[in-house]
């Protein structure tokens, strides 16, 4: 018994001696590690351990899966889960990236919250109705750009793959496509008043314009604020009939300078490749200047929703959720870097949930009244 105790150190001995520096330190640690024995008896009955016996028993055993799929909501899983023949279309109007719907649709939330009745919460309804049509045209926006950028995507590594540039969608079927989409925006828009229906159809000019802008100037950023932010005005005529500019129109100047600096922060990830296939932007022109003009941007949109609240007659709780909202701009942009892609998608999307407080803010404000 002694002598097989006394061969079974030895072999241990030997063994860290072997793997010095992999699993030396872990024989050890004896609270991390087993030695797994595996017993085989030589004819003189000595006890002896295989080499592989020695495992750290901190490493977890993976868990078994069934093969199935692990459930989830979000939009690229829904995309992937649709059939084959229509993944490209959703993946054409962006369904699998939704952030560009929020961005959009965040405007018009706001006005529909502004123009509610004092202390009550916005028209539930309304919401619905723009939630829809923000999806649809936001979708249809992306269309247009995939149509007429196709030759600019091919070049480009991140956006080869969309659909169009890749061959999966061909300009006739993009502009049938193209064609169902708006047919469905002009059917959520004719479910508003007369004078909202013309406000609407009056952006149609810029949404099919916006894709030529990075073409002949600079500033195509401004181009897609003042797109991305007709919500603003359209809805609070769609609550109230008509427009009160006293509140509309600082507001949507406000989402005006969101969108220059959330998109300028979103084209600095594409700025290399655009100035190879000779796209202009925003990014391009302000180079190292880029955080001065974000806070030029930053500053105006303060103060264009501190006199929409004025002009709305806005309560306290909306007042100190502005501060919050000017700390997230500050914070967002000190700690950019534009010379980091991931950083500056990062910084991008963070704007869905500013805009969601702001958001958040007018209706705490409303019910305060």
């Known amino acids: 018994m002694l002598h097989a105790k006394l061969t079974g150190q030895l072999a241990v001995t030997a063994l860290r001696r072997i793997h010095h520096g992999g699993c030396y330190p872990c024989l050890s640690r004896p609270a991390n590690c087993f030695l797994q024995r595996e017993e085989t008896r030589t004819q003189d009955g000595l006890l002896l351990y295989s080499q592989s016996a020695i495992r750290p028993s901190a490493r977890r055993r993976e868990p078994r899966h069934s093969g199935r799929r692990p459930f989830s909501l979000s939009a690229a899983a829904i995309v992937n889960s649709a059939p084959a023949r229509v993944q490209p279309y959703l993946r054409l109007m962006r369904l699998d990236k939704p952030i560009g719907t929020w961005l959009l649709?965040?405007?018009?939330?706001?006005?529909?919250?502004?123009?509610?009745?004092?202390?009550?919460?916005?028209?539930?309804g309304m919401l619905t109705l723009f939630g829809v049509g923000s999806l649809v045209m936001r979708g249809a926006g992306c269309t247009i750009n995939d149509m007429w950028d196709k030759d600019f995507d091919r070049k480009v590594s991140r956006t080869a793959t969309r659909p169009i540039a890749s061959g999966e969608i061909s300009q006739f079927q993009a502009l049938v496509f193209l064609g169902g989409q708006l047919s469905l925006g002009l059917g959520v828009l004719l479910c508003l008043n007369y004078y909202s229906i013309a406000l609407g159809a009056a952006s149609l000019s810029l949404v099919i314009t916006y894709p030529l802008m990075k073409r002949i100037t600079y500033w195509p950023q401004l181009v897609l604020g003042l797109v991305f932010n007709w919500g603003a005005l359209l809805g609070w005529s769609a609550v109230k009939g008509s427009c009160d500019w006293s509140v509309c129109l600082p507001l949507y100047l406000s989402g005006v300078m969101w969108t220059l600096m959330y998109d300028t922060i979103y084209a600095h990830q594409d700025k290399e490749d655009d100035v190879k296939v000779g796209v202009k932007s925003t990014a391009l022109m302000f180079q190292e200047q880029t955080k001065p003009w974000l806070s030029g941007f930053a500053v105006a949109m303060m103060s264009g929703l501190v006199v929409a609240g004025v002009s709305a007659e806005q309560t306290l709780p909306y007042y100190a959720t502005l501060?919050?909202?000017?700390?997230?701009?500050a914070h967002q942009i000190y700690t950019l870097d534009i010379n980091k892609p991931e950083d500056c998608w990062k910084k991008f999307v963070s704007n869905r949930n500013l805009g969601l407080l702001l958001g958040l803010g007018i209706v705490t404000g409303n019910l305060w009244k």
């Open 105 to 124: 649709y965040l405007p018009c939330t706001w006005s529909i919250a502004l123009a509610a009745e004092p202390g009550n919460l916005p028209d539930l």
């Open 323 to 329: 501060s919050a909202v000017g700390v997230h701009l």
